[in-house]
């Protein structure tokens, strides 16, 4: 497993014959500033299983999970008696402005960044804004897949044990590159001249290790099934997730 104290030890021999970072700069920082850029490339190991989201009543919103990066499928628990529509925070707005009545078996959401609650703590995690605002407990939850998000490590000197990124094993040894071409490319310069970290990085994505890596991720489920979405399934909207079977196409006449 890479840990922050193996990912320093890499960024710190990767500094040989540079310039030291300034003072200012801290590797933890690097390592942290290197994972972010890293787990925004759409692996597919950020994908988490689908977490329950029950609704509380009286609140129109559900914080998500620390690591939230990108919503990927939405459900409701019962989804033959309950359902829900994302849409965007304009229409959640014009939705609560209106004195229209619907059922609560139905919800619109949209994902949104709540503000930070003072200078001296960081944004708290996205979370889902609803219409309608629950009035009764609600029967049933909703059921959110997404794409995990870097989540920031530790110094380990303050802690009992290291903090471990998370990534999968297969993906270590590019984010080691990763976090070694932040670090080389904020030093500012080698002894061959100036290197800046779009350089570093631009070698990472054209190099071996990044090709692979993109093969490996590719290829953890080879068979996805039945194509869905196509031209024999416009009828149906967009959400709604069918097989081929449910819509058959028969011959000419």
Known sequence: MLTFDKLESHMK???????????????LEVANFAGRWFMGHPWEFRERPAIRLTPLVGVDHIFLPDDFGNQTTYQMSDGLNFGITFTTLQQISHLRATTVVVSQNYYWAAVAQPSQPNQNQPMPPPRLELWPTPSATPQADLVIGYKAKWVDLTDS?????????????YAEMAMIQCARAFAVGWAGRLSDGEV????????LVNGMV?????????SVQTDYGIMMGGAIQTRYPSHTWRSASASPVSNPS
């Not at 021999?13 to 590797?27: F, M, N, Q, V």
């Not at 000197?157 to 094993?169: L, S, Y």
């Not at 990044?210 to 590719?218: A, F, S, Y």
């Open 13 to 27: 021999r990767s500094l040989e014959g540079a310039t030291i970072l300034d003072e200012g700069i801290t590797l």
């Open 157 to 169: 000197d303050n802690a009992e044990t290291p903090d471990v990124c998370n990534i999968p094993d």
């Open 196 to 203: 800046d970290v779009e350089t570093q990085l631009q070698k």
């Open 210 to 218: 990044w090709r692979m890596l993109l093969d490996t991720d590719g």
